[in-house]
């Protein structure tokens, strides 16, 4: 079965500083991979999608990840952090119709 | 372009009683999906419906159910309720496999007491 580790449950950066979350992947074939984005009382919403295309995948709020499949990792990073990014962030894999996600990572961004 | 459609909001249920959740899906989606979310178990599926029909189902007792209507709509239903139940139900809909991403909804709080 596919899924995802995110290392570390809680991440504190000081603004303008590189904000970088850790996900890997576990799956026998090139996976669908994702990030998403939850603030207090919401739902989840999409950063940014791996469908093979590209290895260095651009998404949304200035978020960036690579797939690494030699390190079977997804990394999420942002250069420069802003007060808006305090929320939580989860890694997550697609098959079966279906999503698995990781534990996820909570970002809080210090002025 | 509306988004996914989740109501109620906020729902209290008490243990024992029943509830239906609704979740209206991004016009042209045809697959709708729902998932817990609970401060220790994390994000759990609980079901896949694609054209009305389960294509997918995690790992919850039978008194979770779901179904899907002709348009898409997708209703779940949890009875028995038990104070475990008490969690975010979020609804995410896609177009077909869900490989290209899912759409999610703001989820209803559920508090059952």
């Known amino acids: 079965a596919q899924s995802v580790t995110q290392l570390g449950s809680h991440v504190s950066v000081s603004e303008g500083a590189l904000v970088l979350l850790r996900c890997n992947y576990s799956?026998?074939?090139?996976?669908?991979l994702f990030w998403y984005v939850q603030y207090p009382n919401q739902g989840l919403q999409l950063l940014l999608k791996?469908?093979?295309?590209?290895?260095l995948v651009k998404g949304i709020n200035g978020f960036e990840a690579e797939f690494k499949k030699s390190e079977t990792s997804f990394h999420l990073t942002k250069p420069s952090a802003h007060m808006s990014d305090a929320a939580e962030y989860f890694c997550?894999?697609?098959?079966?119709?279906?999503?698995?996600f990781g534990a996820g990572t909570t970002v809080t961004v210090r002025a | 372009k509306a988004g996914v459609t989740q109501t109620p909001r906020y729902l209290i249920k008490t243990r024992g009683q029943q509830v239906t959740l609704s979740c209206s899906p991004i016009?042209?989606?045809?697959?709708v999906s729902w998932y817990q979310q609970t401060p220790g178990q994390g994000l759990q599926f609980l079901f896949e419906?694609?054209?009305?029909?389960?294509?997918n189902k995690g790992n919850f007792p039978g008194r979770f159910s779901g179904r899907q209507f002709s348009n898409s709509r997708s209703e779940m239903n949890v009875s028995t309720l038990e104070l475990g139940d008490s969690a975010l139900y979020l609804c995410?809909?896609?177009?077909?496999?869900?490989?290209?991403?899912?759409?999610f909804g703001s989820g209803t709080r559920l508090t059952v007491v």
């Open positions: 419906y694609f054209s009305e029909t389960q294509r």
């Open positions: 799956s026998s074939v090139p996976p669908y």
């Open positions: 791996y469908t093979s295309a590209a290895t």
């Open positions: 997550a894999v697609s098959n079966d119709y279906k999503l698995s």
């Open positions: 995410a809909s896609s177009s077909n496999r869900g490989n290209y991403g899912y759409t």
């Open positions: 016009s042209g989606h045809r697959s």
